[in-house]
């Protein structure tokens, strides 16, 4: 089992950049694909970014490729999303995910999440 806590959400203005961070505690997180969603009001719980136990393999939804980033330290326990040129639509909760199947981009390839921290975005 690992525990997903995340950090770094905020109010940050259109075109703005912020750095999301998961710190991951329990079973070897090294072991584990890891992912991003995110959930605005009223709407279900989207995708966002996945990366591979190594790191060697990313993907991304198409709405935030070429503005996000995932990556991960091993050595650390902790995944991270640079978010940069902000929109007002990036607005949401967004959660770390840890599971085993890669490429999956749903909910049914994760086992473990985290709480969730907001990003809000002013246009």
């Known amino acids: 089992q690992v525990q997903l806590v995340e950090s770094g959400g905020g109010l940050v203005q259109a075109g703005g950049s912020l750095r999301l961070s998961c710190a991951a505690s329990?079973?070897?997180?090294?072991?584990?694909?890891m992912g991003w969603f995110r959930q605005a009001p009223g709407k279900e719980r989207e995708f966002v970014a996945e990366?591979?136990?190594?790191?060697?393999?990313?993907a991304y939804a198409d709405s935030v490729k070429g503005r996000f980033t995932i990556s991960r330290d091993n050595a650390k326990n902790t995944l991270y999303l640079q978010m940069n040129n902000l929109k007002p639509e990036d607005t949401a909760v967004y959660y770390c995910?840890?599971?085993?199947?890669?490429?999956?981009?749903?909910?049914?390839?994760?086992?473990?999440w985290g709480q969730g921290t907001q990003v809000t975005v002013s246009s």
């Open positions: 995910a840890a599971g085993s199947v890669l490429g999956a981009r749903r909910e049914y390839g994760y086992n473990y």
């Open positions: 990366i591979a136990q190594s790191g060697g393999s990313t």
């Open positions: 329990g079973r070897t997180f090294s072991s584990y694909v």
